[in-house]
C-alpha cells in the first residue's frame, strides 16, 4: 500500500469549508484513496473513496489531483460534530488489511 | 441491521488473567479485523481474518489469540494477561468484493492492572 502522508492538525471555524489534505506520491494505478473519520473513542466511520476521479456523498467532497499524487477531502460547511481525526488511506481494491496512519486531528471551533 | 457488535464495552483484568472479546457482524461480510488502539496513536492491526477458518498476523500479534470458526464471529483471546495490553479494542469487518469500506464497532475498553 502506498504511504500517506497528513499534516498531524487542523482548525477551522464552525460553519467554513474543511479542506483536509493527503499526500500520496507513490501511488500506483490500481490503489483507491479512502477517507475515515475517528470522533473521540468511537470506532472509525467511513467517509468517501475514489480512484481518480472527484467524489462527493452526503458527507464530503474528494478532490484527487490529475496526477493521483495528492487528494484533499472537503467538508463544505463544518459543524463542531466534525471534530474528529481524519485518516488517508491508500490500498488496492479488494484489499485485505487496512493500515492506519496517525491522521490529522480537526478540531472545529465555535 | 446491528452492524458489528463487541462484547465486552469494559473491562478490567488483573495481570496473568485471561479473557475473549468477541466481534459479531451481520453483514456477511468475509473480512474481519481486531485493532488496538493506544492514547495519542492511530489503531494498529493485530490479527484478521479472509473467511471463516482462516486466520492471519498483523502488524502487532504477540500476546493475542484469535479464532473464527463462524463466519460472523471473530474472536480474540489474552492468554495472559499483561499492562502493555491495557488499550481500546477495535473490531472491524468488510465485504471481500469489490471496494467496499469497512464497518467497525464502538469498542472495548480493556484495562489490565
Known amino acids: 500500500d502506498a504511504k500517506t502522508t497528513q499534516p498531524p492538525s487542523m482548525d477551522c471555524a464552525e460553519g467554513r469549508a474543511a479542506n483536509l489534505p493527503c499526500n500520496h506520491s507513490?501511488?500506483?494505478?490500481?490503489?483507491?484513496v479512502y477517507w475515515y473519520r475517528q470522533i473521540h473513542s468511537q470506532g472509525p466511520q467511513y467517509i468517501i473513496h475514489g480512484l481518480k476521479n472527484n467524489e462527493t456523498n452526503e458527507m464530503a467532497s474528494l478532490i484527487i489531483t490529475e496526477d493521483r499524487k495528492s487528494s484533499t477531502l472537503i467538508l463544505p460547511h463544518a459543524t463542531l460534530r466534525d471534530t474528529a481525526v481524519y485518516y488517508c488511506i491508500a490500498v488496492n481494491s479488494g484489499y485485505s488489511t487496512l493500515t492506519f496512519g496517525k491522521g490529522t486531528m480537526l478540531l472545529v471551533s465555535p | 441491521n446491528a452492524g458489528v457488535t463487541q462484547t465486552p464495552k469494559f473491562r478490567v483484568l488483573k495481570t496473568g488473567q485471561s479473557m475473549t472479546l468477541l466481534c459479531a457482524q451481520d453483514m456477511n461480510h468475509e473480512y474481519m479485523y481486531w485493532y488496538r488502539q493506544d492514547p495519542g496513536m492511530g489503531l494498529r492491526l493485530i490479527h484478521y481474518?479472509?473467511?471463516?477458518?482462516?486466520?492471519a498476523k498483523g502488524e502487532v500479534p504477540d500476546g493475542y489469540n484469535v479464532s473464527r470458526l463462524k463466519k460472523q464471529n471473530f474472536l480474540l483471546g489474552l492468554e495472559s494477561a499483561a499492562p502493555s495490553q491495557t488499550s481500546v479494542y477495535f473490531c472491524?469487518?468488510?465485504?471481500?468484493?469489490?471496494?467496499?469500506?469497512?464497518?467497525f464497532g464502538q469498542g472495548t475498553r480493556l484495562t489490565v492492572v
Open positions: 481474518s479472509v473467511g471463516e477458518g482462516t486466520t
Open positions: 507513490t501511488i500506483s494505478g490500481n490503489e483507491y
Open positions: 472491524a469487518s468488510r465485504p471481500m468484493t469489490g471496494v467496499g469500506e469497512a464497518f
